[in-house]
């Protein structure tokens, strides 16, 4: 559908499938379940159709969780080890200084006390965005 201009909008026989190509075009990946679930919450005419406060609403949450996530991927990759692509506890401690959060060892531990570490005490990317989200940093 992307870069078929107005012909993949006119093609698409419902509303999901016209909110997914106008996120594609925004640089947003949305399955077409996701795009269903939208529109059944924030459809609030019965018939299936947003309108565009509701939409810019969505939009507009999308796109702070699409850049949320992208300064998250740059602060990992600024406090992770070269070598490893992880980050350590002692990172961790890094990383909360430089957010303005004076936390001690066991604050600290608190804060990611579910988070899935290999053995040596680190976390890879993806658990780093698991934890993250769960804090709602995006």
């Known amino acids: 559908m992307l870069g078929m201009g107005a012909h993949a909008v006119e093609t698409c026989d419902h509303q999901a499938c016209r909110l997914k190509w106008a996120f594609r075009n925004l640089g947003i990946q949305l399955q077409k379940e996701e795009g ?38 740059k602060a990992f990759k600024l406090f992770s080890d070269e070598k490893t692509g992880k980050i350590s506890f002692e990172n961790l401690k890094g990383l909360t ?24 005490g680190q976390m890879d990317q993806e658990e780093f965005l698991r934890i993250m989200r769960r804090l709602s940093f995006y």
């Not at 939208?38 to 699409?66: H, L, P």
């Not at 430089?98 to 040596?120: H, I, N, S, Y």
Request: net charge negative.
């Open 36 to 73: 269903k679930a939208m529109i059944s919450e924030t459809a609030k005419d019965g018939a299936g159709k947003i309108n565009f406060d509701d939409f810019f609403d969505v939009v507009s949450q999308k796109m702070y969780e699409k850049i949320a996530k992208q300064e998250i991927l």
């Open 97 to 120: 200084k430089l957010l303005g959060e004076e936390l001690t060892d066991e604050e600290l531990q608190d804060v990611f006390p579910e988070a899935k570490l290999d053995r040596k």
